[in-house]
């Protein structure tokens, strides 16, 4: 179960679907590390797929490898102690559904690896494009076969 969360961890830091969070702003003007000034008002946003990839904090950023998540404990999600990625955001408009999207991904992975073999139909091309949310831009094509024979009742 560690192992399927990692692989959740991962698709949502390698690929979150959402490049950016809804527009934040700030009602007074403000300085930001006596550098960055905000003005009142502006529209301020987040480079959310960036600052999963960043080198600094992630060794070999590009590359999907859901055992980084397997070390350090329980992977701090809402960024209340620190942000390493923020597929759902973070702070008082963090997506109030975070929870419950990470289990029915976690349901959604665990049920298609569970019940069926995977093989891909053609190559495999992880190139994104944005839609409503970031989607594959060119669809994933794969032969399915149950692992699993149906039940005779
Ligand atoms: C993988 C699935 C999901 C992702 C990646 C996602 C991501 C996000 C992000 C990035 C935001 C903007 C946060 C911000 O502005 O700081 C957001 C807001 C929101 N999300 Fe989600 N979300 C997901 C699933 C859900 C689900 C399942 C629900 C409801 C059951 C939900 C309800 C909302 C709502 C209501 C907001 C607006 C919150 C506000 O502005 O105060 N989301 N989500």
């Not at 698709?11 to 590390?33: C, I, K, M, N, Y």
């Not at 905000?38 to 960043?54: Q, S």
């Amino acid at each position: 179960m560690k192992y399927l969360r990692a692989v959740s961890l991962e698709g949502l830091r390698r690929h979150p679907p959402a490049h950016f969070v809804l527009p934040h702003s700030v009602t007074e003007d403000t300085v930001l590390d006596g550098k960055f000034m905000i003005p009142k008002n502006a529209a301020v946003n987040f480079m959310v797929a960036e600052m999963g990839w960043d080198p600094q904090v992630w060794e070999d950023p590009m590359a999907f490898k859901p055992e980084r998540f397997l070390e350090g404990g329980e992977f701090d999600l809402t960024g209340s102690k620190e942000i390493k990625m923020m597929p759902f955001g973070a702070g008082r408009r963090m997506c109030p559904g975070y929870a419950l999207a990470m289990l029915h991904l976690e349901y959604f992975v665990a049920n298609l690896v569970w019940n069926f073999k995977w093989e891909a139909a053609g190559e495999v091309d992880l190139t994104e494009k944005p839609e409503f949310t970031v989607v594959m831009k060119h669809p994933l094509e794969v032969k399915l076969s149950p692992r699993v024979k149906a039940s005779s009742q």
